[in-house]
């Protein structure tokens, strides 16, 4: 909103005149879902993405499913490995069980590891491939996420390793990112997040400006 010189009356810029409805009123600006209605499904507070988990029992751990842009994706991952964790009679699904039919066979004969790969490879790949954090990309070949550095001087972009979770690829991007630039480069999360690494950069560069010294 700006004011007018001299009535100090607020007049509307045009982006808000333009949002405006007949009466004259503003919409309400919708809000940002932060919590899932489905079982297994929670929202990642950073990515934006719907992650799916699964209680097991027999190691006392959740059991990561993926991280999806669809909050039905997640759902149904982690009712896929409900129905080969406690059958269909007993599992609380987010769907009707037939919505799976095509999965009966493989439930019997995938293990859950390999049951939660099929169901991820079903989502689309545009849905699967976006990563918000910077240097992180999907990995189709191996169902995970990738980190990638690549040198100032364009050479070859460089693997930094795969990972399960987009935002452990996205920390192992950013310790790189520091290791070779210090303070001066963009991150995905704060560069004081990475003593070590920062530490490592000056003791280089100390060793670089006496190196240099001693050479003139």
Known sequence: MKVA????????????VQAMGPDGVLP?????KKHSKYRGVTRHRKSGRWESHIWIKETGKQMYLGAYENEVHAAEAYDVAA???????????NF???KYSEYK???????????????????????????SY????????????????QPQDKRET?????????IEAAKAFDREMVLQHGTVCGVNFKHTDYEKELLLFHERELQRLDSKTSEE
């Open 5 to 16: 010189p001299r009535t100090k009356n607020f007049v509307p810029n045009d982006i808000f």
């Open 28 to 32: 309400e600006v919708p809000q940002v």
């Open 83 to 93: 129905l080969k964790i406690k059958g269909e009679e007993k599992a609380r699904l």
């Open 96 to 98: 009707d069980a037939s």
């Open 105 to 131: 066979e493989l439930l019997e004969t995938l293990t859950l590891a390999e049951l939660v790969k099929t169901v991820k490879s079903k989502v689309p790949a545009t849905v699967r491939l976006a990563s």
């Open 134 to 149: 910077k240097g992180v990309y999907y990995s189709t070949k191996e169902d995970m996420w990738e980190a990638k550095y």
């Open 158 to 166: 460089r693997s930094l390793g795969f990972f399960e979770h987009d």
